[in-house]
T-cell receptor, first 113, second 112 residues
């Protein structure tokens, strides 16, 4: 089992640029979660999908953030335009319907200069 | 314990010692609890879980204890090894919700 796959693993960009983070959930999992982790705020839920449909995006910081899930095996989190305060580690996680446990990917470490 | 500020609480132990990591959860309606381990540069990894109808659950070298009266959760690691060095998070979830609430984490450092 490949686990949750995220790309890129590291991203360094300049303020104002568009950033796209990608996630492939575990096959068969129908829930997908995007989290952001910082020292200041810990692990924060940004948005989650069920069967490719966004269910709760109340954690998305502002309109600069958007997420899509065009199919069961792929999701993106986009930041446009990026700002230095967006620097964080972004995690994708997935779980199956009957399971309680979320499985996390390795994360994307984003640095916005 | 849980962190309030910028710095994670840290527990330093010697290899071979038993470790106890504590967590105070916030919602008395929470009925499911999870411990995650996060190694440097990696995502959180599930260790063990417990439901609110239990007080104790054991895994391989790990035991989770739940005290609902004082809303306290602990993770005990037996014979701690250097590979156990990581940040440990507790998470709580209310029945019917798909979203756990994560604590701030405790850093465990195991000295050889």
């Amino acid at each position: 089992d490949a686990g949750v796959i995220q790309s890129p693993r590291h991203e360094v960009t300049e303020m104002g640029q568009e950033v796209t983070l990608r996630c492939k959930p575990i096959s068969g999992h129908d829930y997908l979660f995007w989290y952001r982790q910082t020292m200041m705020r810990g692990l924060e839920l940004l948005i989650y999908f069920n069967n490719n449909v966004p269910i709760d995006d109340s954690g998305m910081p502002e309109d600069r953030f958007s997420a899509k899930m065009p199919n069961a095996s792929f999701s993106t989190l986009k930041i446009q335009p990026s700002e230095p305060r967006d620097s964080a580690v972004y995690f994708c996680a997935s779980k199956g319907t009957s399971a309680e446990t979320q499985y996390f990917g390795p994360g994307t470490r984003l640095l916005v200069l | 314990g849980e962190s309030v500020g910028l710095h994670l609480p840290t527990l330093s132990v010697q290899e071979g010692d038993n470790s106890i990591i504590n967590c105070a959860y916030s919602n008395s309606a929470s009925d499911y609890f999870i411990w995650y381990k996060q190694e440097s540069g990696k995502g959180p990894q599930f260790i063990i879980d417990i439901r609110s109808n239990m007080d104790k659950r054991q895994g391989q070298r790990v035991t989770v204890l739940l005290n609902k009266t004082v809303k306290h959760l602990s993770l005990q690691i037996a014979a701690t090894q250097p590979g156990d060095s990581a940040v440990y998070f507790c998470a709580e979830k209310v029945g019917g919700s798909y979203i756990p609430t994560f604590g701030r984490g405790t850093s465990l450092i195991v000295h050889p």
